[in-house]
């Protein structure tokens, strides 16, 4: 008669005891954090648990990317993260910079210095440039930022960053499904030249934050992965 | 052709070269049927009528049908192995566990262990007022917590680059990331204008250091960040919201009175 409310107490410690972390996890994880915070850079941090990646910098979310996240894992891997912080090491995308150059000197007196050389050609670079001209320029770069990329970091993980619209129609779908048949086709010729296969995480977001989250990234820049 | 169409049928005479070729099949069997009757007609019989022979059925050979098929199928084959072969397991992100922890504590973690932790997490945010400059969508916040005092349109660095070629130098007009200070606060700045500002214009460097006295572009107040950076104001106010500057952050007047009233010295500033 003893035994039952007994037998129930400890079902009950034992179901409370199961939801809450491992305290040695915890401890790992709030330590990563705090380094992080107190470096004065910026981090990502990946919260699985919100659907979001968030640009942060001393514990204060500066940026929320909103993402549908996908964990690729290699036959053979185990189901744990290899790290709890990695490090941006490549990837990056690219940004072309729009340069300057001063502008071609006033025409001097020619009565004084002799007759004027003759004109150099206008590369564009050269012509002072007003600022509407400047933002031109600007925006015709950002628009190259590309929204689809692969970032790699350390110790061994890539992020595919998929900033795509959502596909509409038939013929929408019927791209997707051939991108997609194109890119299992790809990953399985590179096993096949044994190239190595990483643990990796495929994020799709809006476009438009894809491109954004590529302007904001940095070299060597932390990434933190919460997992409860 | 006809061979490879399953006709067997010869024609009665050999054809020019090329003749066959252009006359259609169905119009060649209808000359045989014809050129019968007409014999019969002249041996003097009653035309009788021609019994239509049934056409041969035209089934490609096999071998055809091999041919073509082969490829297509050989390749579905090929790529769903590789599509296999290459596939990852696909798990939710929060399927997978923490990495294991890299050092064994030397004692046990208390619940009050993990609490002293997250307290001095905590800890490390800012305290009072910060401000966030976004320097891609050219928006400053001034804020204290998650409140947000005020929401304001600014402009930051245009991310040029400016090249000289008799120097050889190189300027990259790009806000600074990361986190800064507000570290001076000056009414009625003046700017000593560097070595850029001259070359951008294609001027000579000035020789007097009153040269490069520049006592109206920063508006009425300025934030000093250091390495030459501020928050200060414009003459441009229609170019707020967009990247125009060498890499300090413009705000517009009243913008700029608030976060000079309500950012004293030592406020944090995180530029993304």
């Known amino acids: ?228 | 052709m006809s061979a490879l169409f399953g006709d067997k049928r010869k024609p009665t005479a050999k054809p020019q070269r090329g003749a066959a070729m252009a006359v259609p099949r169905r119009d060649r069997n209808d000359r045989v049927d014809q050129a019968e009757e007409s014999k019969a007609a002249a041996k003097g019989a009653a035309p009788a009528r021609v019994e239509r022979r049934p056409r041969p059925q035209r089934r490609p050979p096999r071998r055809v049908v091999v041919a073509l098929v082969t490829p297509p199928v050989l390749a579905i084959l090929i790529a769903a192995v590789l599509v296999a072969y290459g596939s990852y397991r696909d798990l939710p992100v929060g399927a997978l566990a923490a990495a294991p922890p890299s050092e064994k504590p030397a004692k046990a973690i208390t619940e009050r262990d993990l609490v002293q932790l997250e307290k001095k997490l905590a800890g490390i945010a800012p305290k009072g007022v910060y401000i966030t400059v976004d320097t891609v969508e050219n928006k400053l916040r001034v804020m204290r917590g998650n409140e947000v005092l005020r929401d304001a349109l600014c402009s930051a660095g245009t991310g040029v680059v400016l090249e000289d070629p008799k120097s050889g130098k190189r300027w990259v007009f790009d806000s600074p990331r990361g986190v800064r200070k507000v570290l001076e606060k000056r009414k009625d700045p003046v700017w000593t204008m560097p070595d850029w500002a001259f070359i951008e214009e294609g001027e000579d460097l000035p020789r007097n250091w009153s040269d490069r006295i520049d006592k109206a572009s920063l508006g009425d107040y300025a934030l000093y960040l250091g390495d030459g950076y501020m928050i200060h104001g414009t003459l441009y106010q229609r170019y707020l919201g967009r990247n125009v500057t060498h890499g300090c952050i413009r705000l517009g007047d009243a913008d700029l009175e608030f976060a000079y009233r309500n950012a004293p010295v030592g406020t944090l500033v995180y530029l993304y």
């Open chain 1, 1 to 228: 008669m003893h035994i039952r409310p007994a037998l129930l107490f400890a079902l009950l410690v034992l179901a409370g005891t199961a939801g809450a972390a491992d305290p040695a996890l915890r401890r790992e994880a709030l330590l990563a954090e705090i380094e992080l915070a107190q470096s004065k850079q910026l981090y990502l941090v990946i919260d699985p648990a919100a659907g979001e990646v968030q640009l942060t910098i001393q514990t204060v979310v500066v940026r929320r990317f909103p993402v549908e996240m996908r964990v690729g894992l290699p036959a053979g891997h185990p189901e744990a993260w290899p790290a709890m912080v990695f490090k941006l090491h490549s990837g990056l995308p690219e940004f072309e910079r729009p340069v300057i150059r001063p502008p071609d000197k006033p025409v001097v007196d020619t009565r004084t210095t002799g007759p004027a050389a003759p004109a150099v050609p206008d590369t564009g670079a050269s012509a002072k440039k007003s600022p509407d001209d400047l933002l031109d320029e600007r925006n015709r770069a950002l628009a190259g930022v590309p929204t689809v990329y692969a970032l790699h970091f350390d110790p061994e993980l890539d992020i595919l960053v998929r900033g795509e619209a959502e596909a509409r129609g038939l013929s929408g779908q019927w791209k997707k499904a051939w991108a997609s048949l194109g890119e299992g086709i790809g990953r399985g010729y590179a096993r096949l030249t044994g190239k190595p296969r990483t643990l990796h995480i495929v994020m799709k977001m809006d476009p438009e934050d894809a491109r954004r989250l590529g302007l904001t990234l940095t070299p060597q820049m932390p990434l933190l992965i919460r997992s409860e």
